[in-house]
């Protein structure tokens, strides 16, 4: 096998959560352009038109999935209407995410159970059932999206931190249970990406000056950075990695 072949994802199908903007638009196309046929999910079709249209122009397929992953009794349909689709899901790239900030005793239990249900419980019910089509074929990918909150605590988003602390050990467990079925679980950690979710912190020069401080490579990143380490762990090459949580973070966890 050469080098070039070993990350080619060539006749792979990718099913991308949170594909409509931000890092899930990052990796969506990063995998096309390393030959994988996407599956884009976001809660409306008219919010994945752009992405669709952008793999498209790269020459390999894009089918949209709307789907609002906060109602998880929808999810069995999503993976059977992908799976319909394309006969398989080889790469599942979950991303879908979202946060609500307010202080610990003053948080909304529906913000908890909303963020929880889209960022910890989706993944769950996803990767359980895309996960059971992979081990009966020998073999898979699943990258999950976690974060530096699957390290430290945050402020003021005890939901957020709770469910990507979760999305850690849910990769660690799944890794666990199915690398001797031949199926790969990994995950990214992004660190402060410019999109929508941290246009707050970006457009305050105060936490902006406190992060640079913090970011050895001197910038945020942006969802294009995502696409390498995703098409790296969604490929032949990464093949005896499992559970693993790559940070990609400009060396914020290095500081
Ligand atoms: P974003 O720009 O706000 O995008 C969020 C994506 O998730 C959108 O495509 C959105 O689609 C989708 N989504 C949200 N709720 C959904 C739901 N109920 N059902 C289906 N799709 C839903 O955020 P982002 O920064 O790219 O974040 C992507 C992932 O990276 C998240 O898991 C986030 O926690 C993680 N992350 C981000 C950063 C960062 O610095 N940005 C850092 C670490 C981790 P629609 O709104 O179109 O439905």
Redesign the pocket.
């Known amino acids: 096998m050469t080098i070039s072949s070993l990350f080619s994802l060539d006749e792979q199908v990718a099913l991308v ?8 638009k990052g990796i969506a196309v990063g995998l096309a352009g390393a030959g994988a046929n996407l599956a884009l ?4 079709e008219s ?1 994945l038109i752009e992405t669709q249209q952008e793999i498209q122009a790269i020459g390999v397929q894009a089918k949209i999935f709307p ?4 109602q998880t009794e929808v999810i069995s349909d999503l993976v059977e209407a992908v799976s319909a689709a394309y006969g398989r899901i080889d790469i599942l790239v979950n ?5 609500h900030r307010d202080s610990a005793v003053d948080f909304p239990e529906e913000r908890w159970d909303d963020v929880v249900r ?2 910890l419980k989706s993944v769950w019910l996803l990767s359980q059932q895309v996960g059971r089509g992979m081990i009966q074929r020998g073999g898979g990918k699943i990258i999950n ?1 976690a ?2 909150l699957s390290f430290s605590g945050g402020i003021r988003t005890a939901a957020y931190a709770a469910s ?1 602390g979760g999305i850690a050990q849910l990769t660690k467990a799944l890794a666990n249970e199915w690398a001797p079925k031949g199926v790969n679980v990994n995950a990214i950690a ?4 410019k ?4 246009s707050a912190i970006l457009n305050d020069p105060v936490r902006v000056a406190e992060f640079m401080d913090r970011i050895p490579a001197g910038q945020f990143g942006t ?1 294009d950075d995502m696409a390498g380490a995703a098409v790296f762990l969604a490929s032949e090459a990464a093949s005896y990695i499992h559970g693993h949580i790559l940070t990609v973070d400009g060396g914020w966890m290095a500081r």
């Open positions: 959560t949170g594909a409509s903007r931000g890092i899930g999910v976001a809660r409306s919010t789907c609002d992953l906060s991303n879908a995410g979202t946060t889209v960022n999206i974060s530096l990507k992004p660190g402060y990406i999109t929508d979710m941290t969802p």
